[in-house]
């Protein structure tokens, strides 16, 4: 197994910092301790409770759980209900069409102020569009924006007619964006003229028209949203202005009810092979596993707090956490759409500052970077409105938490270090900020309601003190309810390592008291700056270049970003390759593989060596390469096929430009 955790395992171990809840917090909390003791006692029946308090069902449902398919769950199937409705209506409803919803925060210092009365004509008029330009309940929307309102407004437009959404962040490429339309089915894509990125405006729509102009394409329509003005290409007949379509639609709508189970959206995500798997969600459990957990591990509290969650609408995290549940649960939140250090390094604090933010959730990359940055930037803002930080995403290393605790949360706020995944939909292993004593570095216990644990290679729970594989081991309302198009592979990437266990792709330890410590993948999936990404996919990309013969790639240590992409290339002589300098090699490959997947997924390092360590089935032995990639003595080599190559590839990379001469 990898420890891929920065700082190591070592360091992990010897943690023996305790951050016990203040009495004050615990005394106000939203959830106490007994929350455990009643969800063991009959989970079905607790999750059930949470879906009839925290949602608005049409139909109300008699049945709670149904495991007769598994691996495929079935949650409140007889009931129905609608997604925009629960995050929009209701509130209005309620009285509270006053409540700003979100506050919006330009790169450039432009804002918008939406209520809930706002949001409900917004999405009304969107959705209308979208019946418009003929999308029907069960059709798929594909979603390419900046994290702007618009944004917002189309996920739930979506949502409100049972179009389930197909978001893909707006930094992956063209090619990347064609694959997931394609392999959706999308009929309309929403995008924009572009975004605000670091001080400049970042073209999407060429994207889009690139990704149509591959080849077949069920798309009738192009949906645009003018953000930065630029000049766009335009095809006649099928792309249409948002200000043409939306703004002039009516503001009224009624949202369509759908079964619990119908599809809410489908999210893609890297795997293990170098196709990317569309995870599909549907619409009851999740929504009430992503209200219930917002509320709990968070301690929300509607009426007072300003929460802010940095994560782009591209992600899991931002479904999750910026859309469904902050708005089911009636929040006020902030949204920003550019980077932490534009127009400078204290952007992030002076947002909080502003709207007075009390509750934070990033990932620990940007925690890094910041402490990189050094504390007196933070420092020069006001930041006692915090009352709660999360984190998400990747291992946080102990140094990284106690910073953020103390630089950010003034030595007060509690920390809630989230453990979930795509796949899960939501928080599955996280402290709850009222009740647990948090040990920094450690997401330590499954939230009540859910059962996780450690196994080893027999799918025996390891005893406290010892390592193994994170595992579910009873359902949850917002699993994934399969991958779109293959639930077979579903069946075998999750479902078939250990026999009736969801295999989560973790490696994880038990320390003594039985928390639970996160050490990163134990298969081919890579974690930057809390972004999964596929070696495999990665190796593709660069195979499908001309210079380039084999390619292994690695996630190796790196104190910023996690983990980074090294990539180890055998270049192709015949091919013209071979003949360039390292530089060349270097540059070229990288923007190969940005223009393949997206500037995310470039590698950090390109090495061109003679040979790559395979096993004597042909199995490439990165482990090995990981060592070289993090300059580490190389591990056990007994079992290459030739043990000279990792003399050869370590040879080559003392050699000035590291270039190798085959
Ligand atoms: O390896 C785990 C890591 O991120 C993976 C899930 O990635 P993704 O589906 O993109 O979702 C990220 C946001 C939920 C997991 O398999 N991961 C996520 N949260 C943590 C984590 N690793 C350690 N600690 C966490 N808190």
Redesign the pocket.
């Known amino acids: 197994m990898t420890d891929t955790?920065p700082g190591g395992l070592e360091n992990l171990l010897s943690e023996d910092r305790r951050f016990p809840p203040s009495s004050e917090f615990a005394a106000q909390a939203n959830v106490h301790r007994d929350a455990y003791a009643w969800a063991d006692a009959d989970r079905p029946a607790f999750w059930a409770e949470q879906a009839r308090d925290l949602l608005d069902w049409t139909t109300p449902f008699h049945e709670v759980l149904d495991w007769s398919g598994a691996p495929v769950a079935r949650w409140f199937a007889d009931g129905r209900l609608n997604a925009a409705y629960n995050a929009v209506d209701r509130h209005v409803e309620a009285g509270r069409g006053d409540r700003v919803a979100l506050h919006f925060e330009g790169e450039g210092g432009d804002t918008r102020t939406i209520t809930y009365a706002d949001l409900q004509r917004e999405v009304s008029k969107a959705a209308n569009a979208l019946a418009a330009l003929g999308v029907e309940t069960g059709d798929r929307v594909a979603i390419y924006l900046p994290l702007i309102p618009e944004a917002v407004f189309t996920m739930l437009a979506c949502a409100r007619i049972g179009a389930p959404h197909s978001v893909v962040f707006g930094g992956f490429s063209a090619e990347a964006l064609y694959s997931r339309i394609v392999d959706a089915e999308a009929k309309l894509v929403v995008t924009a003229d572009g975004g605000f990125r670091r001080g400049a405006a970042s073209a999407l729509k060429p994207a889009v028209d690139e990704a149509l102009a591959k080849g077949e394409s069920p798309v009738e329509h192009v949906l645009v949203v003018r953000r930065t003005g630029q000049d766009v290409a335009w095809t006649e007949g099928r792309d249409v202005w948002w200000s043409d379509t939306v703004d002039t639609a009516s503001d009224e709508h009624t949202p369509v009810a759908v079964d619990a189970e119908h599809p809410l959206f489908i999210l893609y995500?890297?795997g293990t092979t170098g196709k990317p798997k569309g995870?599909f969600h549907t619409t009851g459990g999740y929504l009430t596993q992503a209200a219930y957990t917002h509320k709990a591990v968070f301690d929300l509290k509607a009426e007072t707090d300003v929460y802010w969650c940095t994560?782009d609408i591209g992600?899991?995290?931002g479904h999750?956490y910026v859309v469904y549940g902050p708005l089911v649960n009636g929040a006020t939140q902030v949204i920003y759409e550019g980077t932490p250090d534009t127009p400078h390094r204290g952007r992030w604090w002076e947002i909080i500052e502003k709207y007075k933010v009390s509750i934070l959730y990033t990932?620990?990359t940007a925690i890094r970077t910041c402490m990189k940055w050094g504390e007196e930037i933070p420092s020069k803002f006001d930041l006692s409105s915090l009352r709660v930080l999360g984190?998400?995403?990747?291992?946080?290393n102990p140094e990284a938490w106690v910073w953020y605790r103390r630089v950010i949360g003034g030595d007060r706020t509690p920390i809630v270090?989230?453990?979930?995944?795509?796949?899960?939909g939501a928080?599955m292993?996280?402290p709850l900020p009222g009740v647990t004593t948090t040990k920094p570095g450690s997401?330590q216990v499954p939230l009540p309601g859910i059962a996780a644990t450690v196994v080893d290679d027999d799918a025996h729970p390891v005893p406290d003190g010892s390592g193994g594989y994170?595992v579910v081991t009873e359902p949850w309302p917002s699993m994934l309810r399969g991958i779109w198009g293959d639930q077979e592979r579903y069946a075998d990437t999750y479902w078939s390592r250990f026999k009736d266990l969801y295999f989560?792709?973790?490696g994880a330890k038990k320390d003594d008291d039985g928390d639970i410590w996160?050490?990163?993948?134990v298969d081919d999936?890579m974690?930057v700056s809390?972004?999964?990404l596929s070696t495999t996919e990665i190796e593709s990309a660069l195979v499908s270049h001309p210079w380039v013969a084999e390619a292994a790639v690695v996630g190796a240590t790196d104190e910023t970003t996690g983990q980074a992409v090294v990539a180890f290339v055998i270049l192709r002589g015949d091919a013209g390759g071979g003949e360039q300098s390292a530089d060349e090699v270097q540059t070229t490959l990288r923007n190969h593989v940005a223009k393949e997947i997206g500037p995310i997924a470039k590698p950090r390092q390109i090495l061109v060596v003679a040979e790559l360590p395979k096993t004597r089935s042909g199995k490439i032995m990165r482990r090995l390469l990981r060592d070289v990639a993090e300059h580490r003595q190389v591990g056990d080599a007994t079992t290459l096929a030739d043990a000279s190559v990792m003399d050869l590839i370590a040879q080559g990379l003392s050699a000035p430009g590291a270039k190798q001469e085959d």
């Open positions: 955790t995500t890297s995870i994560a992600w899991i995290t999750t990932a620990p984190s998400v995403g990747e291992p946080i270090d989230t453990w979930w995944q795509t796949e899960t928080i292993i996280s997401a994170l989560a792709g973790d996160l050490l990163g993948r999936v974690n809390g972004h999964r």
